[in-house]
């Protein structure tokens, strides 16, 4: 009788064991998975969020390089129809119910800090950029100078060839003089 009953303590041991280790292991694919839908509806929510950027202010861009969006209702429409677009990811329950900004920062908010740092910042880059111009046309010039230089070489070259053959065609002249003054003297 004592044999059966660790027979069967044996039996449930494993059983639990068998139970626990399976449990975990299915634990840990359902959080990668979990883990994967969250990092997918994060790059998706940061790619709409990019592509609802795309509604910014051209002419500031162009003219100043600061990004300024205009709050509407346009912003918050794009983004859910980008959310939805990225996240569409067939039969994995993932839906959007909604899209909620929290904070909007305007240019001249907090005293115009934000205004004053993308001047200053846009001043920096434009003392840099003038710089580098200013380099970039020293470059130029001392390019120019050496082009100027080798047509100039070039030239002389030339004229030196060009007086080299006027040397010679009046020499021929000469000789034609002479020769036909040998023919009129016969």
């Given at each position: 009788?004592?044999?059966?009953?660790?027979?069967?303590?044996?039996t449930?041991?494993?059983?639990?064991?068998i139970t626990?280790v399976?449990?975990?292991?299915?634990?840990?694919i359902?959080s990668?998975?979990?883990?994967m839908?969250?990092?997918?509806?994060?790059s998706?929510?940061m790619?709409?969020m990019?592509g609802?950027?795309?509604?910014?202010h051209n002419?500031?861009?162009?003219?100043?390089d600061?990004?300024?969006?205009?709050?509407?209702?346009?912003?918050k429409r794009?983004?859910?129809?980008?959310?939805r677009q990225?996240?569409?990811m067939g039969?994995?329950?993932?839906?959007?119910?909604?899209?909620e900004?929290?904070?909007f920062?305007?240019?001249t908010?907090?005293?115009g800090?934000?205004?004053?740092k993308e001047?200053a910042?846009?001043?920096k880059y434009?003392v840099?950029?003038?710089?580098?111009?200013?380099?970039?046309?020293?470059?130029e010039?001392v390019?120019?100078?050496?082009?100027?230089?080798?047509?100039a070489?070039?030239i002389?070259?030339?004229?030196e060839?060009?007086?080299?053959?006027?040397?010679k065609?009046l020499q021929?002249?000469?000789l034609?003089?002479e020769l036909?003054q040998t023919?009129?003297d016969w």
């Open positions: 009788m004592l044999k059966k009953y660790i027979k069967a303590q044996i449930i041991m494993a059983a639990l064991s626990l399976l449990s975990l292991i299915l634990t840990c359902r990668v998975s979990d883990n839908r969250n990092t997918y509806i994060k998706a929510c790619l709409a990019e609802a950027f795309s509604c910014y002419d500031m861009l162009d003219e100043y600061i990004l300024v969006m205009k709050k509407t209702d346009v912003i794009h983004t859910e129809d980008y959310i990225n996240t569409d039969s994995k329950g993932i839906e959007l119910t909604g899209v900004f929290n904070d920062g305007y240019i908010s907090d005293g800090y934000y205004l004053t001047i910042a846009y001043m434009g840099y950029s003038e710089v580098i111009d200013m380099f970039k046309n020293t470059q010039q390019e120019k100078a050496e082009k100027i230089n080798e047509i070489s070039d002389s070259k030339c004229e060839e060009l007086w080299n053959i006027d040397e065609i021929l002249i000469q034609l003089m036909r023919i009129w």
